[in-house]
């Protein structure tokens, strides 16, 4: 029977099933759509780094004889929608069954199960064979319950995949260690050299601007630093194994200026197109950590194992439980534009400055960047949860909707009421300099909460408990936090929220 099966842009896992056997009756099928580097606006360097591995992958297959069908963004067809880029095929080579594997988008789900059901041929949709879960597992262990904790859905993966148990009971006698991985930076261990690939993706670029394709953020096109096989995939699990996750737990949270990457694995663009298998990266981890006990404590691999095992799979079932009402929830009810430094990273507030002008050179910045520097103003500023969302999907070459839209409408904007975070994730800006050097060469006082000097996300703060008093005053985990406002001054909460409404009205000026 003459197969076409459909490759997408985030399914490079070259140990799937699909391809242990050859047919010359079977054609695989990639293309770079015009219509996913169009959805959004995105950062020059993921769309580069999608195409240089989709490229890689694609040749990987002809190698092992496959029969594969590519095309480039310039291919006239790329321009076109994908169900009709699946029918012009379908017609041309005589297709009598149409497969894919499951998309990790809701609209490409929507998508292609709409062309599929009005085909009139047969067609099969697969598993990616990546992830621990099943889309709806998640759902299936919180049906019926009040709260969805990440924390206990971690604790049935550990012992469901008995990753870092003893029996029944996690090693060392605790669940997870996140007390000990907020450690701040203060140069005490130095950091490896991060692992840069420098690959050339001039023609890719060029490629790209020949199409007119919208982009922004910062790329040298003949050295991009992220892997694009899977070969140099392996190559960065293995560095970040020997010489960086001896230190990750205790520094995961921690920002500094001069060490942008610190400890961190820089994995996720490599799990995220799934030229990586999160099991092989947890099962290379702590064979290193079994390997070198001596060095490497617990605390070190289990907050590494947290993140993947069960931040990684929480986020994704919570996204394919709460879809598509979750895209549109907005809790309170925010509706500012984004600010120009968001394109720019020019800002006086260095933290601000830091994790933005990061994240447009380099197309990064870890958790704590993402959720309590953007993240945490973004909130306090009452910007949009959509353009957020857009923004974050954009400007991340891990950023993929699944990941991407819990992380930021949920976690980060509290946009969806509670459903993952027991409440905001707020913080003035003694939080910033608890953790980051950031404080130490801004022009503004971390001090200070009123004057013209003062830190922005202390008015900002106390501004947001001000205002949204009805939507969080009953929160028990925010109650300290209003027991504090009730006890300052009515005068000095009048200027903070004075202060506020003029960062919030004009935050450019700041």
């Known amino acids: 029977m003459k197969t076409l099966r459909l490759i997408l842009g985030d399914q490079l896992n070259a140990q799937h099933s699909w391809y242990q056997k050859t047919s010359e009756s079977i054609v695989y099928l990639m293309v770079e759509m015009h219509q996913e580097t169009n959805y959004v606006k995105h950062h020059i360097q993921k769309i580069s780094a999608f195409f240089a591995a989709m490229r890689a992958f694609a040749n990987g297959l002809m190698k092992q004889k496959h029969q594969v069908i590519y095309l480039k963004i310039q291919h006239p067809m790329a321009r076109k929608p994908l169900d009709q880029i699946l029918n012009h095929f379908i017609g041309e080579l005589s297709i009598e069954k149409f497969e894919y594997q499951q998309p990790d988008e809701y609209r490409l789900d929507e998508q292609l199960n709409h062309f599929c059901a009005n085909l009139s041929i047969a067609s099969e949709c697969f598993s990616t064979e990546h992830f621990f879960t099943a889309r709806v597992e998640l759902r299936d262990y919180f049906s019926g319950k009040k709260q969805w904790l990440m924390e206990s859905f971690y604790r049935l993966m550990r012992k469901k ?38 690959n050339d993706v001039s023609e890719i670029y060029r490629e790209i601007l020949s199409e007119k394709i ?68 947890i099962q290379k981890a702590i064979e290193t950590f079994e390997q070198n006990s001596h060095k490497i404590s617990l605390p070190q691999i289990e907050g590494f194992v947290r993140q993947i095992l069960g931040w990684r799979e929480y986020v994704r ?57 953007i993240g945490n ?77 003062a830190c922005p996300f202390n008015s900002l703060y106390w501004n947001f408990l001000e205002v949204n008093r009805t939507y969080l005053q009953d929160n028990p985990r925010m109650s300290m936090m209003y027991h504090q406002l009730e006890k300052m001054p009515a005068e000095q909460r009048a200027q903070m929220r004075e202060r506020a409404q003029k960062i919030i009205q004009n935050p450019d000026a700041f």
Not at 166 to 174: H, R, Y
Not at 330 to 349: D, I, R, V
Not at 433 to 440: A, E, G, P, R, V
């Open 377 to 453: 103003f973004s909130l306090l500023t009452h910007l949009h949860p959509d353009a957020v969302d857009a923004w974050y999907l954009g400007v991340y070459i891990d950023a993929i909707e699944w990941v991407e839209m819990p992380n930021t409408r949920g976690m980060s904007q509290y946009a969806d009421g509670g459903i993952i975070a027991t409440k905001p994730y707020i913080s003035s800006g003694s939080y910033i300099q608890k953790m980051s050097n950031y404080c130490d060469n801004c022009r503004y006082h971390v001090k200070e909460k009123t004057s013209e000097k």
């Open 317 to 373: 079932g919570i996204y394919w439980a709460k879809m598509p009402e979750y895209q549109n929830l907005n809790y309170f009810n925010h509706e500012n534009k984004l600010p120009a430094f968001f394109w720019t990273g020019q800002t006086q507030m260095n933290c601000l400055k830091n994790a933005i002008g990061q994240s447009l050179d380099d197309a990064y910045a870890h958790h704590i960047q993402r959720l309590m520097v």
């Open 214 to 281: 919208d982009f922004f953020g910062n790329i040298n096109p003949e050295a991009l630093s992220w892997p694009i096989n899977r070969q140099q995939c392996l190559e960065q699990l293995t560095y970040f194994c020997q010489y960086l996750l001896e230190h990750f737990g205790d520094y995961e949270d921690a920002m500094h200026s001069r060490e942008k990457y610190l400890f961190h694995a820089r994995l996720s663009f490599a799990m995220n197109t799934k030229m990586l298998s999160p099991a092989e990266v």
């Open 161 to 198: 995949h008995q990753i870092l148990m003893q029996g029944d009971a996690p090693l060392g006698g605790a669940w997870n260690f996140d007390h000990e991985n907020r450690k701040k930076y203060k140069g005490e261990h130095p950091v490896p050299p991060a692992m840069i690939f420098n």
